[in-house]
């Protein structure tokens, strides 16, 4: 089992910047791959960003919508999970989940039924 606790929501402005946190607990994390997602009001949740891999500098994928202003890490030693959001917008307001996923392969990165562990989520407001 693996719990993860998401930290560093809060409202910004809109072109502002906040940096999300996913704490791990129960095991370690570098067997897993790991994703953040999100859900609007009303909204299915979607897919943000994944790292798939223990090494912090391999292939990342991220959502076509947030690409080029956020950044996922791990850091394998602290057990956690990060997600660098720059040049907010409206539309990024949502609540951001933390997923753990224990399978093999990439395939399913971006899919929510891929991942077995979910944190319970951190709103984020962005004022226009």
């Known amino acids: 089992q693996v719990q993860l606790v998401e930290s560093g929501g809060g409202l910004v402005q809109a072109g502002g910047s906040l940096r999300l946190s996913c704490a791990a607990s129960?095991?370690?994390?570098?067997?897993?791959?790991m994703g953040w997602f999100r859900q609007a009001p009303g909204k299915e949740r979607e897919f943000v960003a994944a790292?798939?891999?223990?090494?912090?500098?391999?292939?990342?994928y991220y959502a076509d919508s947030v690409k080029d202003r956020f950044t996922i890490s791990r850091d394998n030693a602290k057990n956690a999970v990060y997600l660098q959001m720059n040049s907010l917008k409206p539309e990024d307001a949502a609540v951001y989940y933390c997923?753990?996923?224990?399978?093999?392969?990439?395939?399913?990165?971006?899919?929510?039924?891929?991942?077995?562990?979910w944190g319970q989520g951190t709103q984020v407001s962005v004022s226009s």
């Open positions: 790292t798939p891999w223990s090494s912090a500098s391999v292939n990342k």
């Open positions: 997923a753990a996923s224990g399978r093999f392969g990439t395939s399913g990165v971006r899919a929510v039924g891929w991942y077995d562990y």
């Open positions: 129960g095991r370690t994390i570098s067997t897993y791959r």
